[in-house]
């Protein structure tokens, strides 16, 4: 048996960020033969992360990833355990890589296990599977990869919440004159978390749900028939004020529309929102 040295030892910790007696089994299981060790290491890690995919993963962080061009991005989110690893450095590192792997596909909404399966764009040479399982040896905790979005369109604005917990991702059909529009918007929805973008976005069943009720309320408070249409129509205007995002209060300008809000900076149109929150 190969002679494992105290320096092997150490550079093996280093490399892995695993406990020195766990490294030390490795080398010795490996004849000595670092890339071997952390091979062995990695199929022992990864197995214990399946052993574990049943155990509550409530925590997590939202990451967003737009590109230099500022015209594709990725939004994702990961989750785990526990706090503390949520906002630990490895963990947010690696929601970052996740988020510009999404970017980097050619699929809208591509599925978590595809992503895992797929070769990683920050670290050629691994599977996003072992970035995973790499992390996953240093803190010891369940992680899901639970939602993917990639998002395209002609100027790109984002924004994730201090806590890590909330972010959107937002498609403009215009880079907005002013440099604040586009983040304040996020903020907006964000804040807002709008059904939809534009009134036909909203699904029917919902609007026809708030029609029925209104018409149901108008009759049975004895309004004259000739006003209860225009009763019916005022109130689903106002359902879409509530819950449609062009048709909202803008939170940061008092009184005053999304919609003119984003015209006055010469954007017409929002072509894509997505909002995530960890754990909804």
Do not use: W
Request: with cysteine; net charge negative; charged share 30%.
């Amino acid at each position: 048996m190969a002679e494992i040295t105290a320096a092997q030892v150490k550079a093996l910790r280093e490399e892995t960020g695993l406990p020195m007696m766990e490294c030390k089994a490795a080398l010795a299981e490996a004849g000595g033969d670092k890339e071997q060790a952390v091979e062995i290491l990695t199929r022992k890690h990864k197995g214990k992360m399946e052993a574990r995919s049943g155990r509550e993963t409530g925590e997590g962080r939202i990451a967003i990833y737009i590109d230099e061009a500022g015209t594709t991005g990725g939004i994702i989110e990961l989750r785990c355990e526990t706090a503390p690893v949520a906002k630990n450095e490895l963990f947010v590192k690696l929601t970052d890589k996740l988020a510009r792997q999404v970017a980097c596909q050619q699929e809208a909404s591509p599925s978590p296990d595809a992503i895992l399966a797929a070769e990683s764009v920050a670290e050629p040479g691994k599977t996003v599977s072992d970035l995973m399982t790499d992390v996953y040896g240093k803190l010891r905790e369940t992680m899901k990869l639970v939602g993917c979005r990639r998002v395209c369109g002609d100027y790109l604005t984002s924004y994730v919440h201090h806590d890590g917990k909330t972010g959107v991702l937002i498609a403009l059909d215009a880079k907005p004159t002013e440099d604040n529009v586009g983040l304040d918007l996020c903020h907006h929805a964000a804040f807002a978390n709008p059904m939809a973008v534009e009134p036909d976005g909203v699904p029917p069943e919902a609007v026809e749900k708030v029609r029925n009720l209104a018409r149901e309320v108008a009759i049975s408070e004895g309004k004259p028939e000739k006003i209860i249409d225009k009763i019916v129509e005022g109130k689903v205007n106002a359902f879409y004020a509530e819950k449609v995002l062009m048709e909202q209060e803008h939170v940061k300008v008092t009184k005053t529309k999304v919609r003119k809000v984003l015209k006055d900076a010469g954007v017409n149109a929002v072509t894509e929102l997505v909002f995530m929150k960890v754990g909804a």
